[in-house]
C-alpha cells in the first residue's frame, strides 16, 4: 500500500513538472494573452476554466503558473541550502570568534519570523517591480532570509565534527582546511544538505503562496500559485466558478505528494 | 545558597546573550531606517531660495548628526523612556499604536496555540495510545492535508463562514504539534516506566500526569515556544487578510507605507519577544 501511494506521488509529481517544463506546449494560451470580447467568461471548450476580469484564459495561467511556483521554490531552497553551507564554513574553518558570530546572526535570524523579515526586504525595494525582476526578488529573498535553520542544523554537526579524532588526526597531519572541508566534512554533511533542501520546497511553496496572498509575491502579469489564490477573496465568485479552487487543489495535491516523499513533519517538529 | 548563586550565574548566562540579540535587531531595525530610501533629505531641499553651496552643507550636517552609531544610540536612549518614535504614516506614537493593537494579537495567537495543542496533541495520543493502524492513518492523512493549505487560505475561509479565526490558526498549528507530540508520547509510551506502571493498571489521566508531563516538561516547553513564533508568523497574513486590527496588519501597513520608526519599533518588540521564549525554552531544557 505504502509503495502504491509512494509511487503515485512520483507519477504525480513526474506529469506536474513536465508541465510546468513545457509550458508553452501544455498551455492552450499565453498567460498574459487577454480575450477582451469575453471576460469573466464560464467554462467553455475554448476556456476549460473561463477567463478572468481581464479576458485571459485561466487554465493558461494555471500552468504557467505552476511552472513558477514549482520551479523556482527548489532553486530559493538551493541557495538557502548553499547560503547556510557557505556561512557554516566559514564558522568552522575561521576563528572562533567568527564561529561566534556567524552563530548569534544565526540565532539573531530565528529570533525574527521569516514572514516579519521577508516583508521588511520586500518594504524597502521598489513595490513597482517589473515581473521578472519580481520573480527574483520573491524567491531570491525567501532563499536567503530562509538559510538560518539549516545553518543552525550544518553548524551543530560541524562542531560535532570538530571535535573528533579524525578530523584533529587529519588537521594535525598538515591538510589545509579548504581540503579537510571538501574531503572529510562535505561527505557528512551532504545527506543533511539534501534532507534541508528537500524539507525547504514544499515550505517555500507554501511561502510563496502566502505572499501572493498578500499580494507582495509575483508580479501580475505574471502567474504564480499565490496571486491565482487572490481571487479566492472573492466567496460569491467561488461558488459561481468552483473552478476558481483550481489552484488551491493543485497547490495541495503537490504538498501532499511532496509529503509523501518525504518526511516533513518530522522535520518541521 | 550555592544553589541560588548557580541559578543566577545560569540565568544571567541567558540573559547577556537576549540582551545582544535584542540589540543586534534593533541595529538592524535602525539601519533600516536610516539607510531608507527618503531619509537623506531634508524639508531645505524644497525651498527654491537656498543656493547649492549652503544645501549640500546642511546635507553634511544632516549626514554627520545621523550616522549609524550616533542614530542607533539616540534611538535606543529614547526607546529606553518608551519612545519608539512617531509613525510617519499613522501620525501617532509607536508605542501606543503597540499597545494597542497588541492585545487583539495577543488573544488571537493565545487561542489559536490553545486550539492547536488540544487538537494536535489529541491527535498525537489517539496514534500513539490506540495502538491502532487505522486511527494512525488517520491522524497522518488529517495533519498531512492541514499541512498542505495554507494558513492565510485556511483564514478566508473561517472569515467567510463567520468561524472564529483562531481555530483556522489553531488547524495550521495543529500538524505542527502533532509531529512532536508523536515523538514525545511514543517515546514514553516505550519507556521501561511507563510499561511498568501500564501494568500495574494506572488511569490514563494518573499516567499522562505523573509520567509523560514531568519527564517531557523540558521539550514540551520548546514545542510550545516554537509554536508561539509560528503563530505570531501565522498572525500576519490572516490578520491583514481577515481585516483584523493587530499586531499583524500593522507590520503590513508599515511594510507597504514604508513607515520605518514603526517597523523599527515592531521588530525591537518582536526580538524580544520571540528571545524571551526561546531563552525560556533554553531554561526549561538544561
Same mark, same amino acid.
Given at each position: ?11 504525480? $509529481? ?56 514549482? #520551479? ?5 531552497? !538551493?541557495? &538557502?541550502?548553499?547560503?547556510? !553551507? @557557505?556561512?557554516?564554513? #566559514? ?19 530565528? &529570533? ?12 524597502? !525595494?521598489? $513595490? ?5 525582476? &519580481? ?26 565534527? !570538530?571535535?573528533?579524532? *579524525? ?17 572529510? @566534512? ?35 502579469? #505574471?502567474?504564480?500559485?499565490?496571486? #491565482? ?13 468552483? *473552478? ?19 518526511? @516533513? ?5 | ?74 534611538? +535606543?536612549? =529614547?526607546?529606553?523612556? /518608551? ?15 503597540? =499597545? ?7 488573544? +488571537?495567537?493565545?487561542? /489559536?496555540?490553545? /486550539? ?27 495533519? /498531512? ?52 506502571? =501500564? ?86 531544557? =538544561?
Amino acid at each position: 500500500m505504502k509503495r502504491a501511494i509512494h509511487t503515485a506521488a512520483v507519477v504525480f $509529481l513526474s506529469l506536474v513538472v513536465l508541465c510546468a517544463l513545457f509550458a508553452p506546449a501544455v498551455a492552450p494560451h499565453s498567460y498574459d494573452r487577454q480575450f477582451r470580447e469575453s471576460p469573466n467568461a464560464a467554462s467553455s471548450r475554448e476556456f476549460p476554466m473561463g477567463t478572468d476580469d481581464l479576458g485571459r484564459d485561466r487554465l493558461s495561467r494555471l500552468v504557467y503558473a505552476t511552472r513558477v511556483s514549482i #520551479l523556482l521554490a527548489p532553486a530559493a531552497a !538551493l541557495v &538557502s541550502v548553499l547560503v547556510a !553551507l @557557505v556561512m557554516c564554513a #566559514l564558522s568552522g574553518a575561521r576563528s572562533p570568534v567568527a564561529d561566534a558570530a556567524i552563530g548569534g546572526f544565526t540565532t539573531l535570524s530565528l &529570533s525574527l519570523p521569516w514572514i516579519f523579515l521577508f516583508i521588511i526586504l520586500r518594504a524597502l !525595494l521598489p $513595490l513597482n517591480t517589473r515581473p521578472g525582476t &519580481s520573480i527574483l526578488l520573491t524567491f531570491g529573498l525567501m532563499g536567503i532570509a530562509g538559510w538560518a535553520w539549516p545553518a543552525r542544523i550544518f553548524r551543530a554537526t560541524i562542531r560535532q565534527m !570538530l571535535e573528533s579524532g *579524525w578530523l584533529l588526526a587529519a588537521r594535525a597531519s598538515g591538510i589545509p582546511p579548504a581540503r579537510i572541508l571538501l574531503v572529510h @566534512v562535505w561527505p557528512h554533511l551532504r545527506d543533511i544538505a539534501i534532507a534541508q533542501f528537500r524539507v525547504l520546497i514544499p515550505t517555500y511553496i507554501l511561502s510563496e503562496a502566502s505572499l501572493g496572498l498578500l499580494g507582495l509575491g509575483v508580479a501580475e502579469p #505574471l502567474p504564480s500559485w499565490g496571486n #491565482l489564490l487572490t481571487e479566492l477573496q472573492h466567496p460569491g465568485r467561488v461558488q459561481e466558478n468552483p *473552478w476558481l479552487l483550481a489552484p488551491l487543489v493543485l497547490l495541495m495535491l503537490v504538498m501532499i505528494a511532496l509529503e509523501t516523499l518525504q518526511p @516533513v513533519r518530522e522535520v518541521a517538529s | 545558597m550555592r544553589r541560588l548563586g548557580q541559578s543566577g550565574t545560569r540565568l544571567l548566562s541567558s540573559l547577556i546573550p537576549l540582551a545582544l540579540i535584542v540589540l543586534a535587531g534593533g541595529f538592524l531595525a535602525a539601519a533600516l531606517v536610516r539607510y531608507s530610501p527618503g531619509f537623506d533629505s531634508i524639508p531645505e531641499d524644497l525651498d527654491p531660495n537656498i543656493s547649492p553651496a549652503t544645501l549640500r552643507a546642511l546635507h553634511e550636517k544632516h549626514n554627520r548628526e545621523n550616522s549609524l552609531p550616533r542614530f542607533y544610540a539616540h534611538y +535606543l536612549g =529614547r526607546a529606553a523612556h /518608551g519612545d519608539l518614535g512617531i509613525s510617519e504614516n499613522l501620525k501617532t506614537p509607536v508605542s501606543e499604536l503597540l =499597545r494597542e493593537r497588541a492585545p487583539v494579537t495577543a488573544k +488571537l495567537i493565545a487561542m /489559536g496555540t490553545a /486550539g492547536g495543542w488540544i487538537l494536535g496533541g489529541l491527535l498525537a495520543w489517539m496514534a500513539v495510545w490506540t495502538r491502532r493502524t487505522a486511527i494512525e492513518a488517520a491522524a497522518f492523512s488529517i495533519t /498531512g492535508l492541514l499541512l498542505a493549505i495554507p494558513p492565510a487560505v485556511l483564514a478566508l475561509a473561517f472569515f467567510f463562514y463567520e468561524a472564529p479565526l483562531s481555530f483556522a490558526l489553531s488547524l495550521a498549528l495543529a500538524p505542527r504539534v502533532f509531529g512532536t507530540m508523536r515523538a514525545i508520547l511514543g517515546e514514553c509510551y516505550h519507556s521501561p516506566a511507563l510499561l511498568a506502571a =501500564r501494568s500495574r493498571g494506572l488511569p490514563p489521566a494518573s499516567l499522562a500526569a505523573t509520567y509523560i508531563l514531568r519527564s517531557a516538561a523540558p521539550q514540551l516547553t520548546a514545542l510550545m515556544g516554537m509554536t508561539l513564533v509560528i503563530a505570531f508568523g501565522s498572525a500576519i497574513p490572516i490578520e491583514t487578510l481577515c481585516d483584523v486590527h493587530g499586531f499583524g496588519s500593522l507590520v503590513m501597513q508599515a511594510a507597504l507605507a514604508r513607515d520605518m520608526p514603526l517597523l523599527c519599533g515592531m521588530t525591537l518588540v518582536i526580538t524580544l519577544f520571540i528571545t524571551l521564549v526561546h531563552t525560556a525554552g533554553d531554561l526549561a531544557q =538544561r
